[in-house]
């Protein structure tokens, strides 16, 4: 393939950096305008590709290639911080070169209020004055000390609702963590609503609030549509550059699924993970996790499971506890799927050897439901028992539901084993789980997972 770079090049790029290019674009050349038509209609429709003319001079298409990773660098508000950090460096130390200064400078002269990283260019814009000062460099002292003075109330506001943000992540991703809505996180949305409605707040702090909202929303269903709203209206920023980083992308397509999963939209949300685990950063296996359960919900477990087993050599080298003890447990939830128990089954036992601590203290309850109805599935009710009480689950679940609002699964669980064993008659066994869930489906208005119970129903009916 003669274009075999270019069009190598092209699949990386993500719909939302294409719409930003062509803002940007001042194409002279018909040629250019030909290749970036057909590339923006191949990434934004990409079940009507256009074939791309191989009769048009090869270095145009080379030039428009490092035109476009030119302008997306010079666009990406994560590079602009490394520049922040790079000045502001070469100013503490004393090493910053006049070509530094002048960028510097015109940086400051050309600077567009409520910028994304505000808070650190007031900062390295301080650092400059005060090197300026000592140095009785009076010749740019003017337009700096203006700029310190313009935006310092700004500056000032901007650094407490970023302290304050740092108590309402922690109440709000606790919660989150434990699947609850209580007061703790509740008290912080009409907050967070406004932060991200005020276009006079710096770009990473009203990034950070529509995060913590849909954090919130994810627990909260009532508040589902309007986090969806404020993640449609971001679009503008991220298609204008003032939000653009290829992390944020990614990020804004993980969250955007999650918001669509929860309210049933499947389809829509699979186009949203697909983009999410475009690369494989530091967040890339929590996406996977989620588009993997996406497309469980659709019907495509062959695909779920080919995707996490491909993912394993990057989740063996990976530190976050959290995400990895969630991929073991949907990577069991996909051999499950495939009625691959017995693989099921070993992964999960061999994964519970080498990380039971991290499982115990960030995953159990999705872990062991999982684990259990592979069990369940392979008729082993003696090691269901021995796993139930080895690892204290009845007491666990008692305990989170003082909290969170569910089913005693772990509890209805040992049930079925104890009627298999002969210890309880079926009667018994029925009446007591259709007691407990009709209680509570008629207090919560929640109904129970209907895999459990066909499971369940299934378990009962078997003869062995």
């Not at 309850?365 to 259990?372: K, P, V, W």
Request: charged share 25%.
């Amino acid at each position: 393939m003669k274009l075999k770079k270019f069009t190598s090049y092209v699949t990386t790029l993500l719909p939302h950096e294409v719409m930003l290019l062509e803002r940007i674009k001042q194409f002279q050349d018909d040629d250019r305008r030909i290749i970036f038509y057909r590339l923006k209609n191949n990434i934004l429709h990409p079940d009507d590709l256009l074939e791309f003319d191989e009769s048009i001079d090869k270095r145009k298409y080379s030039h428009l290639m490092n035109w476009m990773q030119s302008k997306l660098e010079a666009s990406c508000t994560d590079q602009f911080y490394k520049r922040l950090n790079y000045f502001d460096n070469r100013i503490k130390t004393d090493t910053i070169s006049s070509e530094e200064e002048k960028e510097l400078l015109m940086l400051i002269k050309n600077y567009e209020a409520h910028h994304y990283h505000f808070i650190k260019f007031y900062e390295v814009v301080k650092n400059y004055l005060i090197f300026l000062l000592v140095r009785v460099r009076l010749n740019d002292y003017g337009l700096i000390n203006e700029f310190i003075h313009q935006y310092h109330d700004d500056y000032t506001r901007c650094k407490e609702v970023g302290n304050r943000m740092i108590q309402a992540a922690s109440d709000i991703v606790s919660d989150y963590h434990n699947s609850r809505l209580t007061p703790n996180s509740s008290k912080w949305e009409n907050w967070l609503k406004r932060l991200y409605l005020d276009s006079n707040l710096d770009g990473y702090n009203r990034y950070q609030a529509l995060i913590l909202i849909s954090y919130i929303a994810l627990n909260k269903p009532e508040l589902l549509h309007e986090a969806l709203e404020f993640f449609n209206d971001l679009e503008e920023q991220l298609i204008n550059g003032s939000y653009y980083s290829r992390k944020l992308l990614l990020n804004y397509y993980g969250n955007k699924q999650l918001i669509l999963m929860k309210l049933h939209k499947y389809d829509e949300a699979l186009y949203y993970g697909e983009l999410s685990i475009s690369d494989q950063g530091h967040d890339y296996i929590m996406y996977l996790n989620n588009y993997c359960f996406n497309l469980l919900k659709l019907g495509q477990p062959k695909k779920a499971l080919h995707m996490l087993k491909q993912a394993l050599p990057f989740v063996r080298q990976m530190s976050n506890k959290y995400n990895r003890t969630l991929f073991i447990s949907s990577l069991t939830k996909c051999y499950n799927d495939n009625e691959l128990y017995k693989d099921a089954k070993r992964y999960a036992e061999n994964q519970l050897a080498l990380h039971e601590k991290d499982i115990l203290e960030h995953n159990w309850n999705n872990f062991f439901r999982t684990y259990i109805e592979t069990l369940l599935y392979l008729r082993e009710y003696a090691t269901i028992k021995k796993c139930i009480k080895r690892y204290n689950l009845i007491e666990r679940e008692n305990f989170a539901i003082k909290t969170h609002i569910t089913f005693p699964y772990f509890k209805w669980f040992l049930s079925v084993v104890d009627f298999k064993e002969g210890n309880i008659t079926e009667q018994k066994f029925m009446s007591s789980i259709r007691r407990e869930m009709e209680q509570i489906s008629n207090t919560h208005q929640i109904s129970p997972s209907k895999k459990v119970m066909s499971l369940l129903e299934q378990t009962i009916t078997t003869m062995v």
